[in-house]
């Protein structure tokens, strides 16, 4: 008996299955794929059958070869606001799969699997037919971005109607955009500073976590008093960022800082998103400093909590000089990202639990 799939979380039909023996293969490898053959268990002394057993869909059988199963699966398609999911789960591994996606098409508009996987998509006679050759694996989940219907009818609509369909259009997409609530985002950040002679360079973790798909970020602040400045953002399907200057007296930033913007690819579905920014920043050359240390914070988030903490070099001492919505943690509680990451000691180390937050050090050179 050899289980195949589980029938109480797959719904599966129009089951068919294949024999050979081993010694066709080794003899003629070339023409393995005509020496299959049909399993019928309508004969009167069938050696193998397909059969349902204990919850499970079985292949028993009494003869020793090379099987070929394939059946028929319906999965459930689970839908968040515009984008649409399935996973599948089996017992064996497998490396391809055909997919079929009835009335998907012309709303379709992206793609994405996990793990990923070379996908061949085309669509006929109103549906999407997916076929995806990827590496064994025993399950995959499937997401894709449906468009909105009044997006999808209207080009069709402009050209029939001219411009007073289009203006209809554009109203209908402005109440559908209203009617739809914003995503909710929180955040968990994590930050190291590095400490030396001359300059601080930090590495901000991000995590976003959204209820609906991230193709753009939340703007992120970097509030650094003027010598803060960010060398490199970085994220697995970051199509593009833009790093601006904000000018002192600005609403969100009124001592000034940067506001960074990143997007992600039109094929980045995925509700979390992990992000990393590199920001430098000049300390004082005098024996005896102050160091107020750049902060970052999301703007339209809902929550955004973090850890900061603090290395140095052997040549420097650093003192805590000025804390606001901080309190002490240890530094085991950074993110093992940063920690491992680094051959400096980290000699201080916060938490603190809303962005609004101040960390000032003084500096000591010997």
Not at 241 to 259: C, L, N, Y
Request: charge should be negative.
């Amino acid at each position: 008996l050899v289980p195949i799939v589980n029938a109480s979380s797959v719904v599966a039909s129009n089951w068919s299955a294949a024999w050979r023996t081993q010694a066709d293969v080794s003899s003629s490898p070339s023409n393995a794929s005509s020496s299959w053959l049909p399993v019928s268990e309508a004969e009167a002394e069938a050696e193998s059958l397909l059969v349902l057993r204990d919850g499970q869909h079985v292949l028993a059988t009494n003869r020793s070869g090379l099987y070929r199963v394939a059946w028929l699966i319906h999965s459930r398609v689970r839908r968040t606001r515009r984008l649409s999911s399935l996973s599948l789960s089996l017992l064996h591994p497998f490396s391809q799969l055909s997919i079929r996606i009835a009335g998907a098409s012309p709303a379709i508009r992206d793609l994405s699997m996990q793990p990923p996987a070379v996908l061949r998509v085309r669509e006929v006679a109103g549906e999407v037919q997916v076929v995806a050759y990827l590496t064994p694996t025993p399950s995959v989940e499937l997401q894709w971005l449906a468009a909105a219907a009044a997006d999808a009818a209207k080009a069709a609509r402009r050209q029939a109607d001219g411009e007073q369909a289009a203006e209809a259009s554009q109203e209908t997409d402005a109440e559908q955009a209203e009617a739809e609530p914003a995503p909710q985002v929180t955040v968990s950040h994590d930050a190291l500073h590095s400490v030396s002679d001359s300059v601080v360079l930090s590495t901000h973790h991000l995590v976003f976590r959204s209820s609906a798909p991230l193709t753009t970020l939340p703007p992120i602040l970097l509030h650094g008093h003027g010598r803060a400045r960010v060398t490199s953002v970085a994220a697995h399907g970051l199509a593009a960022w833009h790093a601006e200057a904000v000018s002192a007296g600005a609403d969100s930033m009124p001592e000034g800082g940067t506001r960074v913007r990143a997007a992600f690819k039109s094929s980045h579905l995925e509700t979390s998103a992990t992000v990393i920014v590199f920001v430098e920043q000049e300390v004082s050359e005098s024996s005896h400093s102050e160091l107020h240390l750049a902060s970052i914070e999301c703007d339209g988030v809902l929550r955004m909590t973090g850890r900061v903490g603090v290395a140095k070099e052997a040549s420097i001492e650093i003192h805590p000089l000025k804390l606001a919505g901080l309190s002490r943690a240890d530094p085991g509680e950074l993110a093992s990202q940063l920690r491992l990451n680094t051959a400096s000691a980290i000699v201080l180390a916060y938490k603190y639990l809303s962005p609004k937050n101040t960390l000032a050090l003084t500096v000591l050179r010997h």
